[in-house]
């Protein structure tokens, strides 16, 4: 079953494939709290060690996507969408079981990992990120997978 709603890929902001969008585009072309919670997220992962950030564009379906990976394992895409934004994390089967067994990641990352579609060797799940609660939820989430730690600023 498609965890997005109806429609929900036609709302990708950046739509066009020869139009490659800055790093920082979201922070204007989002609506103000989609973009202030887009900035969070995005400070948030760049500050976890090890995360590279690529701006890909990845098919007709995701189109441009923030592309979030450690030691060349993608970890988690962020989607900009027209009145939106959100997530998917890339889970494998042994990261999947640290996860839902640690009793550190929420319940809402718990739902959308049981949701997520297996396709290969990962679990792809998708989380709608419509307020500041879901983004922390993501950092954990990814703090606990990989351990990665937090950067002294």
């Known amino acids: 079953m498609d965890p997005h709603p109806a ?28 973009a202030r919670r887009f900035r969070v997220l995005r400070e948030a992962l760049l500050a976890l060690d090890g995360l590279q950030e ?37 889970i494998g089967p042994e ?8 009793g550190h990641v929420s319940s809402y990352v718990l739902a959308a ?4 579609v297996v396709a290969g060797p990962m679990r792809w799940c998708w989380l709608d990120l419509p307020a500041d609660g879901e983004i922390d939820e993501v950092i954990t989430a990814l703090h606990y997978r990989r351990g990665f730690a937090r950067r002294a600023r």
């Open 7 to 34: 429609g929900y890929w036609t709302t990708n902001l950046y739509r066009e494939k020869e139009h490659a969008p800055r790093p920082d585009a979201p922070y204007y072309d989002l609506r103000p709290d989609d």
């Open 54 to 90: 690529k701006v890909l564009y990845l098919g007709a379906a995701w189109k441009w996507v923030w592309e979030y990976s450690a030691d060349g394992q993608p970890l988690v895409y962020l989607h900009p969408m027209r009145g939106s934004v959100s997530a998917t994390l890339t």
């Open 95 to 102: 990261e999947e079981s640290q996860l839902t067994g640690n």
């Open 113 to 116: 990992i049981r949701r997520g």
